[in-house]
């Protein structure tokens, strides 16, 4: 990975870390004249935005170093400086929005008009406009701003556990192999052909984490409590209504989804009738969920699986691939794993005037196709948002991130079974699709409930220990896959499970992976039966980037969020897959 493109070396990244800290300063002669004249505001938020794009840049490239070796001390302090200058840009900056509060939605419109440089804040200042009645005073916003070093606490203590610290078990596999679980090593045997080895390898692993339940469950309680104190302050009655404020994403979104999975789980009851089929088992249990229903001794090495994106993405138009066939051949990537490395894979946008980076941890599966090019999806988002937005409205939000990197899947499992060359070929990838919708709808809407039932316990003065929240993910589990039913049987232990996912230390987060694989499968199926018009609908989305709201960004496509029909489509698509499954077994 190219990291000189950002700085040639760390000490050019501190000299910048520091002059950014000495800029910080000249923001406060702005305090109090905002409301001069629009020439006035726009030198502000000019400045503003200069700082800020600086500190994304210097935020990549910290958070990068850190995470290619979590074992390393210097990148982790680095990732600390940046955290504390990012909050100290907070404060500077913590007045700026009462400010503009208090000018009203008139004046604010008047300047607009007045200075056509404003445009590119328009969409900003309308929205502190809009959220205005939850923007406080300077002394209180400042506290806040300064506070959110402290509220990053816990998820910097479980990304150090759970990365580098956690005593992981090695256990060894039928096949004489000894494997270290920790969470790539486990990714990997999880998905074991001996059924004993799946036992073993989760009942290993999440016994590691059971000996920390409780640690890990104050930790998260921390993390919950930040949340629920920081909607407080700011009036609103949630920390959900917090979360899906900012992005005016309504309340109706959220719990239509889960209504919605809620409703469909006897499809996904029936995916999991398919897979102990598939299997040959008596009965099916947690442990079951991972091996690939039909085998595949196809292996995808990181060229071959370049190949094969370039391929799938060709109905995005000349544009498109010619963007991502560049990109792919340049060294914007950090590719196999290794020991200290983050697991896990994610793309790094913010350095607006560069390019995007990605972290993966690359394995010869389909499963790491399949990431491959989903990842891809997020940095061509971001490659088209930079070259058609200016930068305070190129970053866009985690509501419409997902969209481009599931649909890039989509189309990627869409092409693999239609070129399938033989029944065994076509039900595998099929069994992939079906797998990727459980996972990202399913399994993602299931957090997504855990999430808003934890939170709401802490709102009404709960309290939840490591045991407790094990009890609340254990219903969950139960519920989601059908204990009840006889479907599927849960041991306990496996309800520590929520303890491993780190996705709960960003508040109401998750849901938008079902949101967007409902949304995605909307646009590949517009796509492929439109033409031009469907593939240039779905990229002006992409090139929307955070110009305007999510949800609004989606209904001027034709796409509303707010309706079940995004989620029941899914549901009838999964439904239509097994469907075809099913045929391609009856006997001839």
């Keep these: 990975m190219g990291l000189t493109q950002l700085y040639p070396n760390e000490g050019a990244w501190d000299a910048e870390r520091l002059a950014v800290k000495g800029a910080l300063p000249n923001l406060k002669p702005f305090k109090g004249t905002l409301g001069t004249d629009a020439a006035t505001l726009l030198r502000a938020l000019d400045e503003s935005s200069s700082v800020r794009k600086r500190l994304d840049r210097l935020g990549v490239y910290a958070n990068l170093k850190a995470d290619e070796d979590l074992r390393s001390t210097k990148p982790q302090e680095m990732r600390q400086l940046m955290q504390a200058l990012s909050s100290e840009y907070g404060q500077a900056v913590s007045w700026m929005r009462p400010e503009i509060a208090a000018l009203g939605k008139d004046k604010i419109e008047a300047f607009i008009t ?8 328009a969409f900003a200042l309308r929205d502190v406009q809009r959220l205005a009645s939850h923007v406080l005073s300077d002394e209180t916003e400042s506290v806040l701003a300064g506070s959110s070093v402290v509220r990053a606490g816990p998820n910097a203590i479980y990304s150090q556990l759970s990365n580098a610290e956690l005593p992981w078990p090695t256990i060894t596999l039928a096949t ?24 073993k390898v989760f009942d290993s692993f999440f016994g590691a984490w059971n000996q920390y339940r409780n640690t890990i469950g104050q930790m998260y309680v921390a993390s919950v409590r930040g949340d629920v104190f920081s909607a407080r302050s700011r009036k609103y009655p949630t920390a959900l209504a917090a979360s899906l404020a900012a992005n005016d994403v309504p309340d109706d979104v959220y719990r239509s989804l889960v209504q919605a999975a809620n409703d469909g789980l006897p499809t996904l009851h029936r995916y999991f009738k398919l897979r102990q089929r598939l299997l040959g088992l008596k009965e099916i249990r947690y442990y079951d969920i991972y091996p690939p229903m039909l085998k595949s001794d196809r292996k995808f090495p990181i060229e071959r699986t370049r190949e ?65 090019a989903h990842e891809w999806g997020h940095a061509l988002h971001s490659v088209l948002a930079n070259e058609a937005q200016p930068y305070e409205t190129a970053g866009y939000p985690l509501f419409l991130a997902e969209i481009a990197s599931t649909c890039n899947e989509m189309l990627l499992a869409d092409r693999m079974v239609a070129e399938a060359k033989s029944k065994d070929d076509k039900l595998f990838y099929l069994g992939q699709i ?12 299931m957090f997504a409930e855990f999430e808003l039932k934890t939170h709401e316990a802490i709102e009404r003065g709960e309290a939840l220990s490591g045991d407790k929240l094990s009890a609340i993910y254990l219903d969950l589990l139960k519920r989601y896959h059908g204990d ?6 849960i041991d306990d232990l496996y309800g520590v499970e929520w303890a491993f996912i780190p996705h709960f230390y960003r508040a109401y987060y998750v849901y938008q992976y079902a949101t967007s694989i409902s949304a995605a499968a909307w646009f590949a199926e517009q796509i492929q039966t439109k033409g031009d018009a469907g593939r240039d609908n779905y990229l002006a989305v992409l090139k929307a980037g955070g110009s305007d709201h999510p949800v609004a960004i989606l209904q001027k496509a034709g796409l509303d969020m707010t309706k079940p029909e995004p989620y029941q489509a899914l549901v009838r698509r999964m439904n239509t897959i097994m469907d075809e499954m099913e045929k391609l077994l009856a006997p001839a």
Excluded at 323 to 352: C, D, F, H, L, Q
């Design 114 to 121: 007045a200075e056509p440089g404003l445009a590119r804040h």
């Design 484 to 489: 009840a039913q006889g479907v599927m049987k």
């Design 176 to 199: 004489g192999k000894k494997i270290r679980l920790d969470s790539p090593g486990s990714s990997d045997a999880r998905q074991a052909t001996h059924r004993d080895d799946r036992k």
């Design 434 to 445: 079906l797998e990727t919708l459980r996972g990202t709808f399913f399994r993602q809407t």
């Design 308 to 372: 094969l994106t370039l391929a799938a993405v060709q109905p995005l138009g000349p544009d498109y691939v010619a963007k991502i066939t560049k990109a792919t051949a340049e060294r914007w990537v950090n590719v196999y794993p290794s020991e200290g490395k983050r697991s896990g894979a994610y793309m790094s946008g913010s350095a607006y005037d560069v390019h995007p980076f990605l972290l993966l941890n690359h394995h010869e599966s389909y499963d790491g196709l399949s990431t491959y």
